[in-house]
Antibody, heavy 117, light 110 residues
Framework: EVQLVDSGGGLVQPGGSLRLSCAAS????????MSWVRQAPGKGLEWVAK????????NYVDSVKGRFTISRDNAKNSLYLQMNSLRVDDTAVYYC??????????WGQGTLVTVSS | QSALTQPPSASGSPGQSVTISCTGP?????????VSWYQQHPGKAPQLMIY???KRPSGVPDRFSGSKSGNTASLTVSGLQAEDEADYYC??????????FGGGTKVTVL
């Protein structure tokens, strides 16, 4: 059974940093594109970043370019999102998801990031 | 403001059908057949319901169907059931290896 477990969220001040993790199991993690998708409180879904299977290719939504870095460790079956220079409007539940042909088949349970002073 | 436009709400009685539209630029929905739909219940992670316009993943009831005409994709839920009450989001390939989501539609079963 495919399982994605998101962790690392919390309360951080504006300008601060946070690193999210996603632990994967039940499938060949090293063969999949992976993405982070976020959802601000009471709002819709927003794709944030994606990474190819070997970690050499990455894409970001414009609003996080230069501040967020997606990475992965295939030996540990783990996906990461390093978030720097956090802003109030980055407050959201962050989900990791498997991606294939521009669709998201499996999702983590999400981890809440709150940026507030 | 989302790149893809969905109606904020839709409703129907049990057993009826409801159709949700998703309209975007010709370079998004109209340009590719990579349109997917997600169901999200309150406090839960989204679940893939339709991919590549009209394909259903294993385990999704055939009451859910998708279509596309020009720049507008649609999700139809036939034979509405109480458990279909949820938020629904469309998603489309937007070029440059990126995707965009619609703003979401809240479906109410009356």
């Amino acid at each position: 059974e495919v399982q994605l477990v998101d962790s690392g969220g919390g309360l951080v001040q504006p300008g601060g940093s946070l690193r999210l993790s996603c632990a994967a199991s039940g499938f060949m993690f090293s063969g999949y594109w992976m993405s982070w998708v976020r959802q601000a409180p009471g709002k819709g879904l927003e794709w944030v970043a994606k990474i190819n299977p070997d970690g050499s290719g990455k894409n970001y939504v414009d609003s996080v370019k230069g501040r967020f870095t997606i990475s992965r460790d295939n030996a540990k079956n783990s996906l990461y999102l390093q978030m720097n220079s956090l802003r109030v409007d980055d407050t959201a539940v962050y989900y990791c998801a498997t991606e294939a042909s521009f669709r998201f088949d499996h999702w983590g349970q999400g981890t809440l990031v709150t940026v507030s002073s | 403001q989302s790149a893809l436009t969905q109606p904020p709400s839709a409703s129907g009685s049990p057993g009826q059908s409801v159709t949700i539209s998703c309209t975007g630029p010709s370079s998004y929905v109209g340009g590719y057949n990579y349109v997917s739909w997600y169901q999200q219940h309150p406090g839960k992670a989204p679940q893939l319901m339709i991919y590549e316009v009209n394909k259903r993943p294993s385990g999704v009831p055939d009451r859910f169907s998708g279509s596309k005409s020009g720049n507008t994709a649609s999700l139809t839920v036939s034979g509405l059931q109480a458990e279909d009450e949820a938020d629904y989001y469309c998603c489309s390939y937007a070029g440059n290896n990126m995707v965009v989501f619609g703003g979401g539609t809240k479906v109410t079963v009356l």
